[in-house]
């Protein structure tokens, strides 16, 4: 009985997930790009190299990749890069956290990039769900 209860709300907590995280990396990627230079200083504070190119390409992936989400396009191959970007940060701008890992890590998981590769995960691992515009291409890829 547990399990049908999970199985019909599967879709329903993806949905959630999708529309929530992908809206808040939208705002993040914006934030980046409104503040682009003072992004860049910053990955350049912390030894990242290129960083006005890498400030582009994270705002970029964050902004196209929350769009994806949103919607449910391309949900597993755009949370790669997503993951990505949330584990570049994990380990330069948030690295104290990150290798405190085993000695503090309620820190470890307050960190905002672990949220979202944890909800980018949760898409790559489950799926986009059945209200996405993936769940539509792959019902229109079976009738034909």
Not at 29 to 37: A, E, L, N, P, S
Not at 73 to 99: C, K
Request: charged share 10%; proline share 5%.
């Amino acid at each position: 009985m547990l399990s049908k209860i999970g199985v019909f709300l599967q879709p329903f907590f993806l949905l959630a997930v999708r529309l929530f995280w992908g809206w808040e990396f939208i705002k993040t990627g914006v934030g980046k790009f409104t503040d682009i230079h003072v992004i860049a200083t910053y990955f350049d504070s912390i030894g990242l190299p290129f960083p006005l190119m890498n400030a582009y390409a994270a705002a970029s992936i964050e902004v196209v990749g929350g769009a994806c989400l949103l919607v449910g396009l391309a949900s597993r191959l755009i949370s790669l890069p997503l993951m990505g970007t949330m584990i570049v940060a994990l380990l330069t701008a948030h690295h104290e956290a990150t290798f405190a890992i085993f000695d503090d890590p309620v820190t470890f998981v307050n960190q905002l990039p672990f949220t979202f590769l944890m909800a980018a995960l949760i898409v790559f691992v489950f799926g986009p769900g059945r209200f996405s515009v993936d769940h539509v291409i792959g019902d229109r890829k079976k009738i034909t």
